[in-house]
Nanobody, 118 residues
Framework: QGQLQESGPGLVKPSQTLSLTCTVS?????????WSWIRQAPGKGLEWIGY???????YYSPSLKSRTSISRDTSKNQFTLQLSSVTPEDTAVYYC???????????WGQGTQVTVSS
């Protein structure tokens, strides 16, 4: 099944780029799965950001597409989220997740808090 672990800075300044990495163990990111990023802002529901599939193709939420990039490093078995031009509204707990189907999330990382503030 594998395990996922998010890492990255907990504090990002407005207008900068947020960069998070999800390290996968116990499974290869080139296997038949979809590797997603999801976030939850304070007092709000879960928001799907995007995913990268087992072939390396990325798909993004229309509302975040202009600011989002998801890539992978198969040698490290990691995939990365970059969200540009952040504002305080991007403050959230960010999760990476895996599933056999797109936009489904069977296995989750523990999540990492990212605060956007000057």
């Amino acid at each position: 099944q594998g395990q996922l672990q998010e890492s990255g800075p907990g504090l990002v300044k407005p207008s900068q780029t947020l960069s998070l990495t999800c390290t996968v163990s116990g499974a290869s990111i080139t296997t038949n799965s979809y590797w997603s990023w999801i976030r939850q802002a304070p007092g709000k529901g879960l928001e799907w950001i995007g995913y990268i599939d087992y072939s390396g193709n990325s798909y993004y939420s229309p509302s975040l597409k202009s600011r989002t990039s998801i890539s992978r490093d198969t040698s490290k078995n990691q995939f990365t989220l970059q969200l540009s031009s952040v504002t305080p509204e991007d403050t959230a707990v960010y999760y990476c997740a895996r599933d056999l189907f797109p936009k489904a999330f069977a296995i989750w990382g523990q999540g990492t808090q990212v605060t956007v503030s000057s």
